[in-house]
């Protein structure tokens, strides 16, 4: 009763615009939507990318959730359908591979989390060497945001995505990285 009590609190929060909230939600459900789409596309790439294209969506709708729906299945659903989505682009044009870039309109959340703290304090050479075990596309998000300081629009726009998309990433590359400097020590 009490984790179903929890998860209510977290996404009431989530909800709220708590960026703490929406990083637990990440932690908690990221395996079973990537493991639903790699059984799905058989590839890491593709089933990593609809995974944080999922969380991006439902943190942007996260205010439409209706609790009387299973939590999990209301992500499932979206992943599903960012899935038959990239199907029906993939065969209607091979070409067009990127949207156009969205409009910015999510608010910078300046409050560190845990794994900000951790990873500002650690020595840059150790630092260094443990980002380069991200993914190049994590490598990218965690170069750009702590090293050149660009905020969550910046970064965006650098990359022509969606800021709820690059929040995503900045969310799973710290629970990475600081994975990473836990394991080293």
Not at 6 to 19: D, F, P, R
Not at 83 to 95: C, E, G, N, Q, Y
Not at 146 to 167: G, R, T, W
Request: charged share 30%; hydrophobic share 40%.
């Amino acid at each position: 009763m009490n984790n179903v009590d929890n998860l209510e609190e977290t996404i009431q929060k989530a909800k709220e615009g708590n960026q703490i909230a929406f990083s637990r939600l990440l932690d908690m459900f990221w395996n079973d939507v990537y493991g639903f789409q790699l059984k799905r596309t058989q590839n890491e790439n593709d089933s990593e990318d609809i995974t944080i294209q999922t969380f991006s969506k439902a943190f942007d709708k996260i205010h439409t959730y209706n609790d009387s729906y299973v939590f999990k299945t209301w992500l499932i659903t979206i992943s599903k359908n960012i899935h038959i989505d990239l199907v029906r682009k993939r065969k209607k044009s091979l070409l067009d591979s990127r949207s156009s870039a969205e409009a910015i309109t999510s608010a910078l959340d300046v409050t560190p989390s845990m794994e900000d703290q951790l990873i500002q304090e650690q020595n840059l050479a150790d630092l260094l060497r443990d980002i380069k075990k991200l993914k190049p596309h994590y490598q990218t998000v965690i170069n750009l945001r702590y090293f050149n300081e660009l905020s969550y629009a910046d970064i965006a726009a650098n990359l022509n995505e969606p800021m709820s998309s690059v929040k995503v990433k900045l969310l799973r590359a710290k629970k990475l990285l600081s994975e990473i400097i836990k394991a080293r020590k």
